[in-house]
Every structure is written in C-alpha cells, then in structure tokens.
C-alpha cells in the first residue's frame, strides 16, 4: 500500500494542497489522517485522476504572480496588458476564487535544520518570510517559533541549503522553503516580508487549521 501527503496529491493532480484538503474533506477520496496532516492511498489518488471532471490548470508562475500583485493593489509595475489580465482574472472571485490557480508560483521544499539556526536563517537577506513566519507582521496572531517558513530565489537556494545544513530527507521537517524562479522573482530589493495577498494564500495552503482560517480572514481583508 503506497501512501501520499497532501503536497504529493496536489502534484500529481495539478491542483493547490488546498483542494487537495477540501477533496478529502467532501469524502470524493477515501483520506486518512496521521497525526494533525492528511495523507491518501495512490490507489485511490489514481481512480480519482481517472475520472474527475477537468478543472482549471494552474497558472504559470508569471500570471500567478501578477494575480497577487494585483490582488494587493501592487501591480503598478505590470505591463498594462498583464495588468489588465490580472485585475480580469480575479474580478468577481477575488483572491479566495483563485488560490488553486496560484500553485506553481513557486516549487515548495520541506527541510529539517538544527533550531539553533533558525533565528540567523530568519534573517538570510537572501530570503522573504512568509506563511507563519509572516503572520505577525499582517496582524494575524498566528506563531509558530519553532518552523521557518519564506521564499527563496532558484540561484540563492543550493547555497542556503549547504550553508545552513538542511536536511530535505527528515521526517519532521521545520522549515518550508518555496523557490522561486529568478525570471520571475516578484520581491524587491530589500523586502524581507511577503504582501498580504502571499502571505494569505501561504496560510490557506497549511495542514494546519488554525493558520488556514487565519489566511482565509487575511484573503479577506481589503487591500
């Protein structure tokens, strides 16, 4: 018997981690809980692949990526008709109608690193905290001391992880890197906080409850 996580349905599926959670939530696949996280049964995984009804693909990461910025109103630096197209795509559906099309804004990539690190890596300058890590800084009373949670761009990522030592193989990992193509790469120079709309969706993408209800009230808020 062959056992996936919600991020390896999500893969196989083309869909956020989050439509992977309500699909097992509405019981369309047979899940099973370990422990606080959601896990699934290939075999069932593939009956599920093999007869859905087609749903939307996600967007590449450049559209995705717009899609945010335009949904925290930081999407002056757009081309008008990239622009436009964002502000189309999330007119009457706002950021909550959309976070399954966001997935391949980044390639997640779970890490064990010794605690003792994770204060200096917090403030890697060559990282953007986000998700948990990013809550407090949008109001959101969400804390999670002991997990790390930020983007990294494509070039910057094989040297964070040898510097620091991470461990991609642990069983418990608490670090969550999400990297990010540098052709695409949407943070400035000097950013070290993801905008609200990042964030939001982080949060929504969690195996935990409570960080998905508070990204659902961030999705929310107005810009």
Do not use: C, T
């Not at 717009?66 to 002056?76: F, I, V, Y």
């Not at 559906?93 to 890490?111: E, I, N």
């Not at 052709?183 to 070290?192: E, I, L, Q």
């Amino acid at each position: 018997m062959v056992i996936v996580d919600v991020q390896e349905a999500a893969r196989q599926l083309g869909v956020s981690p989050r439509r992977v959670r309500k699909i097992l939530a509405d019981k369309l696949v047979p899940g099973v809980r370990i422990g606080r996280a959601w896990a699934v049964e290939q075999r069932h995984l593939d009956r599920f692949k093999d007869h859905r009804a087609p749903i939307g693909r996600p967007w590449s990461p450049s559209s995705a990526w717009a899609a945010l910025a335009a949904a925290d109103g930081h999407d002056s630096a757009l081309a008008p008709v990239d622009r436009s197209r964002a502000r189309h795509r999330l007119s009457g559906r706002g950021l909550l109608g959309v976070v399954d099309r966001l997935a391949a804004r980044a390639q997640r990539q779970d890490f064990y690193g010794h605690p003792s690190v994770l204060r200096r890596l917090a403030s890697e300058p060559n990282l953007i905290l986000s998700g948990v890590s990013a809550a407090a800084d949008h109001g959101v009373d969400v804390l999670a001391s002991d997990f790390l949670e930020a983007y990294v761009p494509l070039s910057q990522a094989q040297d964070i992880v040898k510097r620091y030592a991470l461990d991609a193989d642990a069983e418990r990992p608490n670090i969550l890197l999400r990297i990010v193509g540098d052709s695409v790469w949407p943070f400035a120079s000097g950013d070290r906080v993801a905008a609200r709309a990042v964030v939001a969706v982080d949060l929504l993408e969690s195996e935990d409850d409570r960080s998905r209800r508070a990204g659902s009230a961030l999705a929310r808020r107005p810009q």
